[in-house]
T-cell receptor
Framework: AQKITQTQPGMFVQEKEAVTLDCTYD???????LFWYKQPSSGEMIFLIY??????QNATEGRYSLNFQKARKSANLVISASQLGDSAMYFC???????????FGTGTRLKVLA | NAGVMQNPRHLVRRRGQEARLRCSPM?????VYWYRQLPEEGLKFMVY????????ESGMPKERFSAEFPKEGPSILRIQQVVRGDSAAYFC?????????????FGPGTRLTVL
């Protein structure tokens, strides 16, 4: 069965430092997409970054990068130069080719310390 | 460039009442998805709709829940005879097409509280 696992329920990082949020996935499909979303305390879901299973290069969007290791089935999110506004819940999600259902992990709550 | 809009943002209902949640997709998007987020959990897929069609409702509870996306107007998620266990955040997302790799953009969610 397809599954997303986020093993870190909570993380702390000092302002201006980098942080890695872990995500592993389980699927036997070869074609899929991986996403990260940010959910601040206000509750909305903000799209951060996308990685396709056939993309050879790791995705980057500003301070966000996705460390995609296909053989390990991991898609970790790296946030560089953390800011106080990065404090939020972060969700990893997967979608399989030919489907439209996102499968979400349980999330990691990140707290950036001043 | 308006994003996905949901209203109300917060909804309080007593047990047995009906809850009606609305979602207007992003301009140009004709694919709508509803997800439910229970406290301290990730989002769970409920239903996928295109205009006037339900494509997949496999994540919807069999009773009391229904969804529609009419030709004109927003998508509606309706919960009849609400119970305390329905208390959750309900998110709507929309996309330009319905395939994998097509990013779904989420609305701000509706937080339903059942007293």
């Amino acid at each position: 069965a397809q599954k997303i696992t986020q093993t870190q329920p909570g993380m702390f990082v000092q302002e201006k430092e980098a942080v890695t949020l872990d995500c592993t996935y389980d699927t036997s499909d070869q074609s899929y997409g991986l996403f990260w979303y940010k959910q601040p305390s206000s509750g909305e879901m903000i799209f951060l970054i996308y990685q396709g299973s056939y993309d050879e290069q790791n995705a980057t969007e500003g301070r966000y990068s996705l460390n995609f290791q296909k053989a390990r089935k991991s898609a970790n999110l790296v946030i560089s130069a953390s800011q106080l506004g990065d404090s939020a819940m972060y969700f990893c999600a997967m979608i399989l080719s030919g489907t439209y259902k996102y499968i979400f992990g349980t999330g990691t709550r990140l707290k950036v310390l001043a | 460039n308006a994003g996905v809009m949901q209203n109300p943002r917060h909804l309080v209902r007593r047990r047995g009442q009906e809850a009606r949640l609305r979602c207007s997709p992003m301009k140009g998007h004709s694919h709508v998805y509803w997800y439910r987020q229970l406290p301290e959990e990730g989002l769970k897929f409920m239903v996928y709709l295109q205009k006037e069609n339900i494509i997949d409702e496999s994540g919807m509870p069999k009773e009391r829940f229904s969804a529609e996306f009419p030709k004109e107007g927003p998508s509606i998620l309706r919960i009849q005879q609400v119970v305390r266990g329905d208390s959750a955040a309900y998110f709507c997302a929309s996309s330009n097409s319905g395939g994998a790799g097509d990013t779904q953009y989420f609305g701000p969610g509706t937080r339903l509280t059942v007293l």
